[in-house]
């Protein structure tokens, strides 16, 4: 597979048309719904902390599974089903919506027993094998897909300045440009090439912006020291290290990105309108 020739999936007229016809019957739905419809599809809910009827009584918008969020017998099949139920009850409600289910497949499918499970982020980092990286999003793709997943919440595109941060694993290098390389190329292997292929995946960009440089000891959260902290640098700094990724990502036609719990200018990044609005919307074109 040849990374530098590979189409992404937003590059096609028919990918266009399809786009447009969406965004309309998204549009429609959205004039029907009523302000506690509109509240329940942008609700996401950690799948032990849900049942399937509250899905379809409260119209909830997405499950999710992190970490350890595997059904109870963790096979394949009870994934399969797990997702199911969640389904089959959002398609119940009044309006028929379908409900997103996302996963945090970081390094493999990492929560399902017997999957094939990859180096973290920073031993592909060492490899500097785009081409490698490629292939291990597809293979990630295939094996998520088959449970009923078609939302993975990676890759981290964070650019790591301090080894103490405590999600440093999570990211594949401390060079800005090699992290756009090697993030774009599992982006490609993870949506893969066709948005309507059984085995096309979600991929999130995360966790903007400037995670990976958070000032050691600035974390103010009792259960995350070493995380979540205060990135202390300036404007310039922060587009010129930490911001390229997610045009590389957006570029690669990454269909999702994560905003940090960290912060950044004497706020926290969800409550940044000028980073989330006026640039990564904006100025990148997300």
């Known amino acids: 597979m040849s990374v530098e020739n590979t189409p992404t999936i937003t590059e096609t007229t028919e990918n266009i048309d399809s786009l447009a016809v969406s965004q309309a019957f998204a549009k429609e739905l959205l004039s029907k719904m009523t302000l506690e419809e509109k509240i329940g599809q942008m609700t996401q809910v950690e799948n032990h902390s849900i049942s399937p009827d509250d899905v379809g009584n409260y119209g909830i918008g997405s499950v999710l599974s992190g970490g350890g ?17 969640f389904q089959t009850a959002a398609m119940q409600t009044r309006l028929k919506i379908p409900m997103i289910y996302g996963v945090d497949a ?5 929560n399902l027993n017997g999957a094939v499970i990859f180096p973290h982020n920073i ?33 981290v595109v964070a650019v790591p300045q301090d080894i103490r941060w ?9 060079q800005t440009e090699l992290v756009s390389e090697l993030a774009s190329a599992y982006i490609r292997g993870l949506q893969g090439e066709a948005p309507e292929a059984s085995d096309t995946i979600l991929a999130t960009a995360k966790h903007f912006v400037g995670d990976g440089g958070t000032a050691w000891g600035s974390a103010t959260t009792n259960n995350y020291r070493i995380d979540q902290g205060v990135t202390k640098v300036d404007e310039a700094t922060l587009r010129r290290i930490h911001l390229p990724p997610y045009q590389a990502a957006i570029d690669a036609g990454v ?23 006026d640039v990564l919307k904006g100025e990148l074109g997300f």
Request: glycine residues 12%; without cysteine; proline residues 3%.
């Open 123 to 155: 031993g592909l980092g060492a490899t500097r094998d785009a081409d490698l990286v490629q292939r291990i999003g597809r293979a990630t793709a295939e094996e998520v897909a088959a449970t009923g997943v078609f939302w993975n919440f990676g890759p």
């Open 69 to 85: 969020g595997s059904p109870y017998i963790n096979t394949p099949k009870n994934w399969l089903d797990m997702v199911n139920e």
């Open 255 to 277: 269909m999702s990105i994560m905003v940090s719990f960290s912060s950044w200018g004497g706020s926290r990044m969800s409550a940044q309108h000028y980073l989330i609005t």
């Open 106 to 110: 970081v390094h493999g499918h990492n």
């Open 166 to 174: 405590g999600r440093t694993y999570e990211g594949y290098s401390e």
